[in-house]
Antibody, heavy 118, light 110 residues
Framework: QVQLVQSGAEVKKPGASVKISCTAS????????MQWVRQAPGQRPEWVGW????????KYSQKFHDRVTITRDTSANTAYMELSSLRSEDTAVYYC???????????WGQGTLVTVSS | QSVLTQSPSASGTPGQRVTISCSGS????????VSWFQRLPGTAPKLLIY???QRPSGVPDRFSGSKSGTSASLAISGLQSEDETDYYC???????????FGGGTKLTVL
């Protein structure tokens, strides 16, 4: 079945970068887009950006556009989200989710907790 | 002021029908399809409704969605204890050029 498996929890210091992976199984990454969403404790989900698995085109939230890079490795069937210049407010669970342009955000990865603390 | 507004809480008794609302604007709900998600504690969100009223395979027909103007609703009929959790709406916003999510509604089954 379709499954997205994300990399493990990360603890980073302010100013550092974090790169999270999302490995797809049960389908080919190039046939779909991949969305990235984060949710901080007690906050609403927040869209980070997405990548077209086929051509690698990306679109980022205006809020993160200067700090986020989403990439993919088609040979590994894996998408990546890198966030730089981390600050404490970036502490959140980060999720990847598949998108076929009609059905968005289905399914989701299990989430990756990123903690930013000095 | 948040882009999408949901009531923070809703409640009902087993077997009842409950409606959760999501209010937006012409740049989001008014012009794009709405999705709904269920988030059980400690788990990733699960898609319940896409394209305003479509259910992915495996989602019970107790869950239904609708949209009118700049508002959308998720209805849950035949309420069950396992429905007690958080629900979120989401939609593309053409002005912000990105996806926006509601603040979530916590459903309590009394």
């Amino acid at each position: 079945q379709v499954q997205l498996v994300q990399s493990g929890a990360e603890v980073k210091k302010p100013g550092a970068s974090v790169k999270i992976s999302c490995t797809a199984s049960g389908y080919t990454l190039t046939s779909y887009a991949m969305q990235w969403v984060r949710q901080a404790p007690g906050q609403r989900p927040e869209w980070v950006g997405w990548i077209n698995g086929g051509d690698g085109n990306t679109k980022y939230s205006q809020k993160f556009h200067d700090r986020v890079t989403i990439t993919r490795d088609t040979s590994a069937n894996t998408a990546y989200m890198e966030l730089s210049s981390l600050r404490s407010e970036d502490t959140a669970v980060y999720y990847c989710a598949r998108d076929n342009f009609l059905i968005s955000f289905d399914p989701w990865g299990q989430g990756t907790l990123v903690t930013v603390s000095s | 002021q948040s882009v999408l507004t949901q009531s923070p809480s809703a409640s009902g008794t087993p077997g009842q029908r409950v409606t959760i609302s999501c209010s937006g604007s012409s740049s989001n709900i008014g012009s794009n399809p709405v999705s709904w998600f269920q988030r059980l504690p400690g788990t990733a969100p699960k898609l319940l409704i896409y394209f305003n009223n479509q259910r992915p395979s495996g989602v019970p027909d107790r869950f239904s969605g609708s949209k009118s103007g700049t508002s959308a609703s998720l209805a849950i009929s035949g309420l069950q204890s396992e429905d007690e959790t958080d629900y979120y709406c989401a939609v593309w916003d053409g002005s912000l050029n990105g996806w926006v999510f509601g603040g979530g509604t916590k459903l309590t089954v009394l």
